[in-house]
Every structure is written in C-alpha cells, then in structure tokens.
C-alpha cells in the first residue's frame, strides 16, 4: 500500500506537532480542542516558513553569484543580512542598494527598494515600468479550505523560485550602477 507514496517528500512537522501538544496537554491538564481551526496559528507558521524559504533560497543564490564574483572589486559582492528585532526579516545589501523583505504582518510580506537610505520603492516586474516609481510590491496570504495557506502576488500564486529568480536579478542590475 505505501508503495505509492514518497515518503522522503512528506513534511510531518504538523503531525510531530499535534503528538507534543497532546503530550504538554497530558502534563499541564490544559486542553485545546479548537486550535486547528483557527487560522491565525496556521498564518504565522506559513508566513515565517514562507520567509525563511525564500531566505534560503537567496543564500544559495547570492553565494553562487558572489563565489563566480570573487575575483572582482569587494562592492560587486552582494551581502544578505537579518534586520533585528524581527522574526525573519532579511535584506539584501550592494552598492547603496537595499532589497527588504519584511513580513508586515501573519498575512502579508512586503518587498522593496531601499535606495541611498531613504525612499522604498517597488522593484520592476515588466519592461515599461521605470525603477524608484510605485509603492513596495506585495505578498498576500490567502486562507483556502481546510486552513490551506497560499501566498499571491496580484491574485496569482507565488512560485518561489520564479519570484527569487525575478527580485534577484532586477536587485543585480540595478546595484550594478
């Protein structure tokens, strides 16, 4: 019957999560019979995993960029710090230019230019758009059945990978000046 299923592709955290509320249930005497329809607890883990995902994958591909620009000058490196006091925020440092990723709130995660230490702007997504115009741009949480977090960009469903590819690259280009 398993022989269909990739376990090696599963994530398990909420089960081993459900088995050590019970077990502190069992030692405190406290017993919470509604957590898991409430979505607040589901948007604060999704919203700190989904950062912390997009983190990573920015290492990855910062180290992979810096380690082919190692020969160059020390500002053509790129940097990636924690901005404290926050859960998970993270920025992206080159040449004066900031890259912010900041998580507002459970359901929102902001993005934005940070340009000489004063103005935030949106980052372009499309050709005609100018840099330094618009607001920062934004990731929604969006709750779906059974408490299914999905996180979108103007109503479509963020794919990771597509959106590190994007921010990375205008984040380059743009730091390059």
């Known amino acids: 019957m398993n022989e269909f299923i ?9 089960i081993e999560n459900l088995a050590l509320e019970e077990i502190n249930m069992e030692e405190s005497g406290i017993i919470n019979m509604n957590d ?16 912390n995902l997009v983190r990573d994958r920015f290492e990855v591909y910062i180290q992979k960029f810096n380690q082919y620009r190692s020969n160059s000058a020390s500002h053509a490196q790129i940097k990636m710090f924690k901005i404290s ?9 080159r040449n004066s230019l900031r ?3 900041s ?6 995660v902001t993005i934005g230019f940070l340009a000489n230490g ?3 702007y949106a980052p372009r997504v499309s050709e005609g758009d100018s840099f330094g115009t618009g607001p920062v741009h934004e990731i929604n949480a969006n709750i779906g ?3 299914k977090i999905t996180w979108k960009f103007q109503g479509e469903i ?19 000046r």
Not at 6 to 14: A, E, K, N, V, Y
Not at 85 to 93: G, H
Not at 103 to 108: I, V
């Open 36 to 51: 898991h329809l409430n979505p607040i607890h589901f948007l604060e883990e999704s919203s700190i995993n989904f950062m």
């Open 103 to 108: 998580r507002k709130s459970n359901n929102l």
């Open 85 to 93: 006091n926050t859960v998970n925020d993270f920025m992206l440092f």
């Open 158 to 176: 963020v794919d990771v990978d597509a959106m590190v590819r994007h921010y990375l690259s205008e984040f380059i280009r743009q730091s390059a």
């Open 99 to 101: 890259l912010i990723f």
């Open 145 to 147: 059945a059974f408490n």
């Open 6 to 14: 990739d376990t090696d592709h599963i994530s398990t955290t909420w």
């Open 118 to 120: 004063k103005d935030l």
